[in-house]
C-alpha cells in the first residue's frame, strides 16, 4: 500500500533534549512538508522541501531542522532551542510543490509531550 | 493574504440529520479548495476538492461546491452517522506560486445516535 508512515507515534521529551520524528513516503512525491497542529487550531507549517538536499523554511521554523537526503525520507528533529515544543506534528506529501491542483496527503502524526 | 474561516464549533447533530459546516475564504485568483477530515488521533484525509468555480466536489456522502462569488466552500451531508463525528479543516491552496495550504481553525462534529 502507498502512503506516508510516522513514528514513533507518541514521543517523550525531557528539557534541553533533541529529539527526531521519522517520517517516509512510498507515494514517489517530490515534495514534502511538516506541520504542526496545537489543540482547537488548524495547522502550521513548519519546512518543507520541493527536492532531495533542498528545504525551505515555513511559517514557524524556529528550534526545528530538517534533512532530505532521500526522496522518500524527510525526518524532523525538534531541538531544545523550540520553547514550546508540545503538539501534534504531521508530515504531508504532495507530487509536486508548484502544483496548485496538488492534493497533500497526510501521516498519521507523531505526538511530542515534553516532561 | 490569504486566509480561510470556519464556523466554531462543536456542531452537535443527532444521527440522520442534515449537516452544513461554513467556510468562507480570502484570496486573490483562482485557489483550489480542500476539506479535509481528522479522526481523534489521527492524521487528517482529503475528504473532497474542488480546483476551479462551480465545480462540486463529493465524497462519502460530502459535498461542497466552490463559490466564487460568495468566496465559500460549506461542506454538506443530508444524513450524518455516528462514524462522522471528527474535526474538519477547511482549506485553500493559493493561485499564485504559493506552496502553502491554509487552514481555517477545525469544526468538530458530534453526532449522536
Known amino acids: 500500500d502507498g502512503g506516508i508512515t510516522q513514528s514513533p507515534k507518541y514521543l517523550f521529551r525531557k528539557e534541553g533534549q533533541n529529539v527526531t520524528l521519522s517520517c517516509e513516503q512510498n507515494?514517489?512525491?517530490?515534495?514534502m512538508y511538516w506541520y504542526r497542529q496545537d489543540p482547537g487550531q488548524g495547522l502550521r507549517l513548519i519546512y518543507y522541501?520541493?527536492?532531495?538536499?533542498?528545504?525551505q523554511k515555513g511559517d514557524i521554523a524556529e528550534g526545528y531542522s530538517v534533512s532530505r537526503e532521500k526522496k522518500e525520507s524527510f525526518p524532523l528533529t525538534v531541538t531544545s532551542a523550540q520553547k514550546n515544543p508540545t503538539a501534534f506534528y504531521l508530515c504531508a506529501s504532495s507530487i509536486s510543490l508548484a502544483g496548485r491542483t496538488d492534493t497533500q496527503y497526510f501521516g498519521p502524526g507523531t505526538r511530542l509531550t515534553v516532561l | 493574504g490569504n486566509s480561510v474561516t470556519q464556523m466554531e464549533g462543536p456542531v452537535t447533530l443527532s444521527e440522520e440529520a442534515f449537516l452544513t459546516i461554513n467556510c468562507t475564504y480570502t484570496?486573490?485568483?483562482?485557489?483550489?479548495l480542500f476539506w479535509y477530515v481528522q479522526y481523534p488521533g489521527e492524521g487528517l484525509q482529503l475528504l473532497l476538492k474542488a480546483t476551479k468555480a462551480d465545480d462540486k466536489g463529493s465524497n462519502k456522502g460530502f459535498e461542497a461546491t466552490y463559490r466564487k462569488e460568495t468566496t465559500s466552500f460549506h461542506l454538506e451531508k443530508g444524513s450524518v452517522q455516528v462514524s462522522d463525528s471528527a474535526v474538519y479543516f477547511c482549506a485553500l491552496r493559493g493561485w499564485d506560486s504559493s506552496y502553502k495550504l491554509i487552514f481555517g481553525s477545525g469544526t468538530r462534529l458530534l453526532v449522536r445516535p
Open positions: 484570496a486573490t485568483g483562482y485557489p483550489s
Open positions: 522541501s520541493q527536492i532531495v538536499n533542498d528545504f
Open positions: 507515494l514517489n512525491h517530490d515534495a
